[in-house]
């Protein structure tokens, strides 16, 4: 895999391995062709956005041992899918990003204003 790029340009940083997220479990939010989802947005997401996302039909807080998936709790870091972000973006619902730690690709999906707006490692 070449070089990940982040939405800022520089080089894609790692979003979290506790709990190990991304696409590949690798702990980025990188992405490739098989990445129907695009997983690429780092968040640190919020009891109303999990909640957003259980109403939504994506229960990311109930545990799923069958899949090695522990439950989300607000503050864990997260790669969430770009048009995911996106919708809870659009309901007021969304959670705060990581923008070293989300890929280039997001941009695709959603536009970078929005994500700079809800940016926690911008100034």
């Not at 790692?14 to 997220?21: A, D, I, K, L, V």
């Not at 991304?22 to 956005?49: K, L, M, P, Q």
């Amino acid at each position: 895999m070449d070089e990940a790029k982040n939405i800022l340009g520089g080089q894609l940083k790692s979003c979290s391995t506790n709990p190990m997220t991304g696409f590949f479990r690798d702990g980025c939010c990188n992405t490739d062709e098989n990445d129907s989802g695009s997983h690429t947005v780092c968040t640190r997401v919020t009891a109303e956005f999990l909640e957003f996302s259980k109403q939504r039909g994506n229960d990311l807080s109930t545990p799923r041992p069958e899949y090695g998936f522990l439950g989300l709790k607000p503050g864990d870091q997260w790669c969430l899918c770009a048009s995911r972000w996106k919708e809870a973006y659009e309901a007021g619902a969304a959670p705060h990003v990581i923008l070293q730690s989300t890929h280039e690709r997001a941009g695709d999906i959603v536009p970078i204003a929005a994500l700079k707006k809800l940016a926690l490692d911008l100034n």
